[in-house]
């Protein structure tokens, strides 16, 4: 076996090789960037090498640095993650002539493979179903459109040498067509050094599974079951589970077939995926084939008990396949939902700082946390915005949801914005909960983006109790503080208000053993908990149910967060809460004048000038924020009056752009 391999990557996938490695007696060297510096992935590795600036174009990305820290340390084998180097033929390549081992498919596979167009020939030509498209690469908006008129809209406009949701649009007019070429041309560019996109039909309502397979160098190729992975925003991943809710076992049989017919056209060596698009009636299309290991791999090794990095470390050394195809056995339910830093509140634009405050809910038998963060750790502009993979298990589906519930109550993160309440709120949402899943659900769930008000708590007095208790908690301690003069010692009543999203529950804390009872209208609440003022989650048994809330102290008002809901309570006495309605409400600036950039990110171009008059729907500035472009358009005609930023500026959040007559 290996002595020593490298990770050509960072965060949380380059630690969790690091800890299968550390497990199989494999000593590991992390590479890090100037902004990787501090990051748990160095710390976690037995040696580390500084490999350049933040940008990854000038660190991660750079092929001859990873080889000379492989030099430097004498790693026999590099294992390149997901992303990155991960699919670039021409790092194997180099490797190669270095005599160092990639840990993934050969330089023929990823060449064939990794690039969609080639793929989709491949599969055609190995009997897998595809999709109707245009396979060459699209010369430009005017052809693009020529081909979607062909096709017939709706179309998806892919770059080839995509992943990860960039690179992609869905058009359906020509003006759309010509735009979303643009778009997509761009960032393959930004994100793969390759602009090549081509076409393909977009299926309406589809799902999104994929199949896991595994093959080594002599000849062994086998399927580990399927991911579900419709939930997706901007074609970017947001809750994976296997096995499906949908499928059947003749399907999976099937598509988990064509899946390895396609491994072996390519003489494939390592774990795989092929994804497919699949229709209401389990008509199933060939979409790509990944050619490294998934983001969502962890799914599929809870409900197999297979290690697939063990298993890609393994074959990539010369060894076979420890199983086949009949001992695969699918057992249980698991979901991954993954925790990002963005704002689901501002239509989920990206997050960066420091987390402030991070602590993630105890790992065990049925909870498992993927992360490369940790409370101090800085979400940097330079790379994706994910904090971590939350991944739960249960015997059955209802099980997994339920632990993910649970899992999800306690991660409490701080210093970034984040989208934990949103996570929440989906998985319990009633059309997921019924497995009615496509890759449009949360365009069509959430058209005008995720409110706290999209939730509505099972028990919408629980939270309204809790605050009761919390306040109680505060009124009591400062009563037992020492050193009160006589006539102002402080008596703690049992009557309150709590004010609540504009409303008015009046209220009646008693103390019990170990907690408070709360009276609310006809409701009684016994709370008990030993939390303490200053922690960041109350755990507590309400009426003998276990419950956790997330807990803030925004000034005199109380956070409390669970499911996805959210409420801000202001706790008073009665009389406090009389003379409350007669209060100024004070009202924010008017900022309707400006164009604001909606997250920090890079000012590609401006399209308008001082004076120029623009139409509703037009474009006004491009933003580009971890490697995705945004564009900022007119909601209505506008006059410009100034421009108050420059292209090529580094935006901050709320920045004004523009200033409007």
């Known amino acids: 076996m290996f002595e020593k391999i490298l990770i050509a990557n960072r965060g949380e996938i380059a630690c969790r090789v690091i800890k299968t490695a550390r497990a199989m007696g494999i000593a590991t060297v992390s590479v890090y960037s100037d902004a990787d510096a501090g990051a748990l992935h160095v710390r976690l590795a037995d040696e580390s090498v500084h490999i350049g600036p933040s940008a990854s174009a000038e660190s991660y990305l750079v092929i001859d640095k990873i080889i000379d820290a492989c030099k430097q340390t004498g790693a026999q084998a590099v294992h390149p993650g997901y992303g990155f180097l991960s699919e670039n033929a021409e790092f194997v390549g180099a490797l190669a002539a270095a005599g160092i081992t990639f840990i993934g498919p050969d330089q023929h596979a990823i060449t064939s493979m990794g690039d969609k167009i080639t793929s989709k020939r491949l599969a055609e030509k190995s009997g897998v179903n595809t999709i109707p498209g245009y396979t060459d690469v699209i010369d430009g908006p005017d052809h693009a ?95 994976e589970e296997a096995p499906s809710p949908f499928l059947d076992e003749k399907t999976r049989k099937a598509m988990g077939q064509q899946a390895v017919a396609l491994a072996k056209a390519v003489d494939y060596c390592s774990a795989g995926t092929v994804e497919f698009i699949v229709d209401a009636k389990r008509n199933f299309y060939f979409l790509e084939m990944n050619t490294r290991l998934q983001v969502e791999h962890p799914v599929t090794e809870l409900i197999t008990g297979q290690d697939l990095v063990e298993l890609m470390i393994r074959v990539a050394h010369g060894e076979k396949l420890p199983l086949s195809q009949k001992d695969v056995k699918l057992k249980g339910w698991a979901l991954e939902a993954r925790v990002y830093a963005e704002d689901p509140f501002r239509n989920f634009m990206p997050s960066i700082g420091r987390l402030v405050r991070c602590q993630a809910p105890t790992e065990s038998a049925t909870v498992r946390v993927d992360t490369g963060i940790e409370e101090g750790s800085e979400v940097s502009m330079f790379y994706d915005p994910m904090i971590a993979k939350l991944i739960t298990f249960g015997v059955d589906r209802n099980e997994a949801i339920a632990n993910m519930n649970e899992a999800l109550d306690r991660y409490y993160i701080r210093g970034v914005s984040h989208n934990i309440s949103f996570l929440n709120a989906l998985i319990a949402h009633p059309r997921f909960l019924e497995g009615r899943l496509t890759t449009n659900f949360i365009a069509e769930e959430y058209p005008d983006g995720f409110h706290p008000t999209d ?16 306040h109680r908690t505060y009124m009591d301690r400062a009563a037992r503080l020492s050193g009160q003069l006589p006539s102002h010692e402080r ?69 409390l967060s669970q499911r996805g809901s959210q409420i801000d309570a202001l706790v008073v006495i009665p009389r406090a809460a009389e003379l409350a309605v007669h209060m100024v409400e004070r009202q924010p600036p008017d900022l309707s004048k400006f164009l604001l950039s909606p997250m920090p990110g890079l000012l590609v171009r401006l399209t308008v000038a001082d004076g120029d008059e623009v139409k509703a729907g037009e474009e006004l500035a491009v933003v580009e924020a971890m490697k995705m472009e945004n564009s900022l358009r007119a909601n209505e005609d506008v006059r410009i009056a100034k421009v108050l930023a420059a292209e090529g500026e580094s935006l901050v959040v709320d920045q004004p752009i523009l200033e409007f007559e």
């Not at 960032?187 to 599974?209: C, L, N, Q, T, W």
């Not at 003998?544 to 000034?555: E, L, N």
């Open 145 to 239: 459109v020529k081909i979607a008129r062909e096709i017939g809209y709706p179309v998806m406009l892919k770059a080839s040498a995509g992943g990860g949701g960039k690179g992609m649009r869905v058009v359906r007019n020509d003006n759309e067509c010509r735009e979303g070429f643009e778009r997509a041309t761009n960032e393959a560019r930004s994100s793969f050094g390759d602009d090549r996109v081509f076409a393909e039909k977009y299926i309406e309502e589809p799902r999104h599974i994929e199949i896991q397979v595994m093959a080594d160098r002599h000849g062994n190729a086998i399927y580990l079951g399927e991911r579900e992975c419709s939930i997706q925003r901007r074609h970017q991943k947001v809750i």
């Open 455 to 470: 939730v509505i708590p099972s028990d919408p007095a629980l939270p309204v109790a809790m605050a009761g208790a919390v």
């Open 491 to 559: 008596h703690v009543g049992e009557d309150f208000v709590v004010i609540a999203g504009g409303e008015s529950h009046p209220i009646r804390v008693i103390a019990i053993e170990g907690g408070y009872e709360v009276s609310l209208g006809s409701s009684v609440f016994r709370i008990v908990s030993n939390w303490r003022i200053g922690q960041p989650l109350i755990e507590a048994e309400v009426n003998g149910r276990r419950v956790c809330f997330q807990y803030d102290r925004d000034g005199i008002h109380y956070r």
